[in-house]
Structure formats: structure tokens, C-alpha cells
């Protein structure tokens, strides 16, 4: 028997505190609003999945978009990332393409934040200026977006 001893798992404790997304933990704070169901749903890779359309499509766009006459100056290197962690800072997903400090699209009512510097990204353009720094100037950045109010329900 466990004689009276308590029986619990620190690893569970320690993340009641914090949000873990695709194995990496940030700490929750007074914005956070991310969903358990909507977390299970950054472990899917549907773009990675055989025959999921979606994996269909990207692979279709990115074939049309290799092809040397579809990228400028042709010996450029048009690259694919697909596999961009989903967490993104508030100034890669708003301040790097522009978006005004009192535009409606921060609100958060329409944005799943796991804390006050990081969310889950509202659109994939947020690792454009990441990409571009790397020295990159022709790619496709796939991915999963994640905006609330999108699911018909958090069961999807």
C-alpha cells in the first residue's frame, strides 16, 4: 500500500503553470486563452499526412513554384517551409508585416495567446522577415494558422 503517501506527477504540476506546444513549455500569464483542444490540434501535420488534400495542395503549389521560370532571377533557389514551429512572438505575427498597435486584428478576442510575448500564429507571414534575414527571397512558408472564432467547434 501507499501508507499515507501522496502519490502525484511533478512534470504535471509544473505545467499547470505553463503551456507546452510541440515540446516546448512557455509560461501562462493573465493572457493566455489558448485551449487544451486547440493545442491538441498544433500535433496534427496534416501537411505531412498521405494523401490529405491539404498535403496534396501545398505539394501542388510548391512543384508550380520551383519550376525555373516561375522564380526570378532563375538561379535562385525557391525553398519550402513547412515545418515552422506554430508559436510566434507578437512582433513576428503583428509589428514585422506592419500591423498597427490599435488594430482589431490584436484583439484578443480573435487571437490564441499563450502569453503576454507569445501566440500561436494568426497567419503564416509572420516568419516572412525571419526567412528574408536568413538571406532567403523566393519561398512558400506552409503551416497551420490558428485564429479564434475559426473552428465551427473545438471538436475538429
Do not use: W
Request: charged letters at 20%; glycine letters at 4%; one cysteine or more.
Amino acid at each position: 500500500g501507499g501508507g499515507g503517501r501522496m502519490n502525484f506527477c511533478l512534470p504535471c504540476v509544473f505545467l499547470a503553470a505553463a503551456v507546452n506546444v510541440l515540446s516546448k513549455v512557455y509560461p501562462r500569464d493573465e493572457n493566455t486563452n489558448v485551449t487544451p483542444s486547440v493545442l491538441e490540434k498544433t500535433s496534427r501535420h496534416l501537411l505531412h499526412a498521405p494523401n490529405h488534400p491539404l498535403k496534396i495542395i501545398k505539394d501542388q503549389i510548391a512543384a508550380y513554384f520551383a519550376q525555373p521560370r516561375c522564380v526570378i532571377p532563375s538561379t535562385t533557389h525557391f525553398a519550402v517551409f513547412d515545418r515552422v514551429h506554430p508559436v510566434v512572438t507578437m512582433q513576428q505575427n503583428f509589428d514585422s508585416v506592419l500591423v498597427p498597435k490599435d488594430h482589431v486584428s490584436r484583439a484578443r478576442s480573435d487571437n490564441y495567446f499563450i502569453n503576454k510575448t507569445h501566440m500561436l500564429r494568426a497567419h503564416t507571414s509572420a516568419h516572412q522577415v525571419d526567412f528574408m534575414a536568413q538571406g532567403h527571397s523566393a519561398f512558400l512558408v506552409a503551416g497551420d494558422v490558428y485564429r479564434r472564432g475559426c473552428f465551427a467547434s473545438e471538436k475538429i
